[in-house]
């Protein structure tokens, strides 16, 4: 599958199977993340995989949107680590550099047959507090993931799309 039909094809599963990614897949995942760009290369993200049933249980009180998936992702970065802008001053990378990253894992997943889900509902603070994440760590977002269900489907507005001319501008 080419780039476009993998974009065309991929949406955001709520319902899996009851099985945590295979460690095969997980490697292939975590080398995706692992290749992905980020600011002048710094790598401030940290990914937390989550598959035992305490840390699961824990995201599941966290956020109401773990959809019953046996392995979840959760993306934070390092703000020692983070590009930070010279040129103005409170502008960096960090959840700029873990969206890249988690963009990479949603895509290579897709393509191994994984299906996932971008969460942000839930109380960074209150995630970073339970999970005893560093002080310098920041959340930024959870990924449900697993093998789809076989009654798994897209929302109704997923291949909804504005025009490309409401979206892009030339200069």
Known sequence: MDF???SESRYSVR??????VSKEHMQIILRAAQLAPTGCNYQPQRIY????EEAIG???????CIFGAKTVLVFTYN????WKNP???GRHSGEQDVSIVASHVMLQAWELGIGTCWVNYFSNSRLEKELGLPENERSVLIIPMGYPAE?????????EYKDIS?????L
């Open 151 to 159: 009654d798994a489907s897209p929302l109704a507005m997923h291949s």
């Open 15 to 20: 319902k899996f199977k009851d099985r945590p």
């Open 79 to 82: 703000e020692d680590e983070e």
């Open 166 to 170: 409401d979206i892009v501008r030339y």
């Open 87 to 89: 040129l103005e001053k």
């Open 4 to 6: 476009t039909e993998l």
């Open 49 to 52: 995989v989550a598959e035992s």
């Open 58 to 64: 824990r995201l599941n009180e966290i956020s109401r």
